[in-house]
């Protein structure tokens, strides 16, 4: 079980099936036991649970799921690793090999369908060059999740978990933080995988919230207000909102709203928490009803 995982053994099943890296698809394959085994521990997968992982490469994480999960569903793009996954994963009886776009794809169906409905975990060394609209693309899209377990860019699980007033802090953090608590598992240098990546990454484990931890009147316009005030980032908050010209709001509504939290006008985006985010999307909500 998991031998995938030895650097040999990755050449060899790559070898076999003469198989080249497409750079476009982000294929960077995990050789490294120790990082797999962090990964395993912090998704803390139980034998009656339902994995979803998002681009399983050769499958060498996808055993070590099928091995932990009741079921694991493994979305591919690449279709000339379905044959090799076939072959890595022909033992399991728990597997399903989905050949497809992980962003075309309903997941919401296929959660109802293979398990009721009931939350599943994600767990994934995801394509670096989409792992915003795949985070997002599970959040917004409101699939029953318990937790998401990923390896990104290490910049990436920075921004994920910074707080107000620090320069990680933004669109992407107030959006995580919003759905899912973000614990750092593990920090993974670049000769772990095969190929090398140009970057550092790191294992993120999003523990995900059964109730947002602030309650707003609009989910969409409270996204809308985050991203207009980390548009123009050294700008302050009241220019960002006032150049969007999707909430047209007026110069005067948004004074208004910014003292009507007991904050300066001339506050910039990132000194603002998620709650104080949260009462400017109702009050901005208020004035376009
Ligand atoms: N899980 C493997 C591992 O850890 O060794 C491979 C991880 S590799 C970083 C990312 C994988 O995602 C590749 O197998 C790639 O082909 C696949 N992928 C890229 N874009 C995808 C997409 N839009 N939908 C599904 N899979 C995708």
Known sequence: MGELIQ???TIEILQKYKFHFQKRYGQNFLIDERVM????AAASIQSDEFVL??????GTMTQFLCENAGYVAAVEIDQNLIPVLQDTL???????????DILKMDIRSLVEEKNGGQPIKVVANLPYYITTPILMGLFESHVPLKSVTVMVQKEVAERMKAVPGTKDYGALSLAVQYYAAPEIAAHVPPNCFMPRPKVAS????????????????DERLLFAVIRASFNQR???LANGLHNDVQLQLSKGQIQYCITGLGLPVSIRGEALTLEQFAKLSDMVYAMIH
């Open 7 to 9: 650097p040999q053994k």
């Open 37 to 40: 085994q962090k990964i395993i």
């Open 53 to 58: 992982e998002i681009g399983p490469g050769i």
């Open 90 to 100: 022909g033992s399991y009886r728990n597997v399903e090999i989905i050949n497809n």
């Open 202 to 217: 790191t294992v993120i484990c999003l523990k995900c919230h059964e109730k947002p931890p602030v309650q707003v009147k």
């Open 234 to 236: 050294r700008k302050t």
